[in-house]
């Protein structure tokens, strides 16, 4: 007993007609006629009473029916869930970043992500940020946030999550560095910071 035999039993149970089950799964009525006799040899029962001019179910028919009915559910709903599966991305995606980063940009990412993607797992390695690109190109991991550099190499990908401003925070006292940063030319190189 096969899927096929099951389905086309249970439309000719349906239609109680020979020949528009056999039309509709593309076969003469000769070659449904023998899936049945094959069905009622291999359960050891007469599944259908049959004539010149009518179909009808036996006991054993009906409980086959029933029995095709369950099985026939259950096949669909393996297939859609094995479909779905498939569709579905799994694996792990490792990820690296500085603390900072963990704590500022990584949960409302990782939030989003996981509700998309569940059958990800992902594994966090923290360390300097300055890092975070040779992680990548030596395929320690699979994605770093980091500074975007002034060169970007042909084989990677930058994606912007977010602009930091920098500011510089000087003394509010009369001392050097305040002296130094009110100049017309700032000497970075010498001023004490």
């Known amino acids: 007993m096969d899927i096929r035999s099951l389905t086309m ?3 000719l149970s349906n239609s109680l007609h020979f020949g528009r ?11 449904l006629s023998r899936s049945i ?25 009906k409980k086959l029916l029933a029995y095709a009915d369950q099985q026939l559910a259950q096949y669909e709903t393996l297939k859609q869930s ?13 990820i690296y970043c500085s603390v900072t980063a963990s704590y500022s940009y990584l949960p409302a990412l990782l939030e989003k992500f996981r509700r ?6 992902i594994n966090l390695d923290t360390g300097d940020a300055a890092d975070g690109i040779d992680q990548v190109k ?12 002034d060169d970007i190499a042909a084989s990677m990908h930058f994606q ?9 925070t000087a003394p509010a006292i009369s001392c ?18």
């Open 138 to 149: 030596n395929q320690k991991v699979d994605l770093a946030i980091a500074a975007r550099p």
């Open 176 to 193: 050097a560095v305040k002296t130094a940063l009110q100049a017309e030319s700032i000497d970075w190189a010498n001023l004490p910071i």
């Open 37 to 61: 006799q094959r069905l009622e040899q291999e359960l050891g029962s007469q599944l259908l009473i049959r004539d010149n001019r009518s179909v009808l179910l036996t006991g054993e028919g």
């Open 82 to 94: 094995l479909n779905q599966s498939q569709k579905e991305l799994s694996g792990s995606l490792n």
């Open 9 to 11: 039993f249970q439309h």
């Open 116 to 121: 998309t993607h569940p059958n990800i797992d």
């Open 21 to 31: 089950t056999a039309a509709a799964y593309h076969i003469s009525p000769s070659t």
């Open 160 to 168: 912007t999550i977010a602009t930091v401003p920098l500011a510089i």
